[in-house]
């Protein structure tokens, strides 16, 4: 069983800047597509930034040149940096993992399976 877990949430004022990071255990990380998700109160969750075994990113159009989704294989440690924080940005990050995939595939997933408890980040005006 796949475990993920978060740190680096936080509270920030706007134009600040924050660094996610999920742990992963149990998990052949280097060979799963990773991704995070954000939830704030009365909203759907929304994928923000994914990242592709082989490397391959993308992102929400919201956090396009202010979010930077990364991994580090050797750490099993996948991060998302985020930079000039808006207060719409506040919300629980989630990050998941998908099923195993060829390590070099740089296909997104379509799905994700395994999922973290989440970090909370607050950004007032």
């Known amino acids: 069983q796949v475990q993920l877990v978060e740190s680096g949430g936080g509270s920030v004022q706007a134009g600040g800047s924050l660094r996610l990071s999920c742990a992963a255990s149990?998990?052949?990380?280097?060979?799963?597509?990773m991704a995070w998700f954000r939830q704030a109160p009365g909203k759907e969750r929304e994928k923000v930034a994914a990242?592709?075994?082989?490397?391959?990113?993308d992102y929400h159009d919201s956090v396009k040149g202010r979010f930077t989704i990364s991994r580090d294989n050797a750490k099993d440690t996948m991060y998302l940096q985020m930079n000039s924080l808006k207060p719409e940005d506040t919300a629980m990050y989630l990050c998941?993992?998908?099923?195993?995939?060829?390590?070099?595939?740089?296909?997104?997933?379509?799905?994700?399976?395994?999922w973290g408890q989440g970090t909370q980040v607050t950004v007032s005006s």
């Open positions: 990242i592709a075994a082989g490397g391959r990113t």
């Open positions: 149990r998990s052949s990380f280097s060979c799963r597509g």
């Open positions: 998941a993992a998908s099923r195993l995939m060829n390590c070099f595939d740089t296909t997104l997933p379509i799905g994700y399976d395994y």
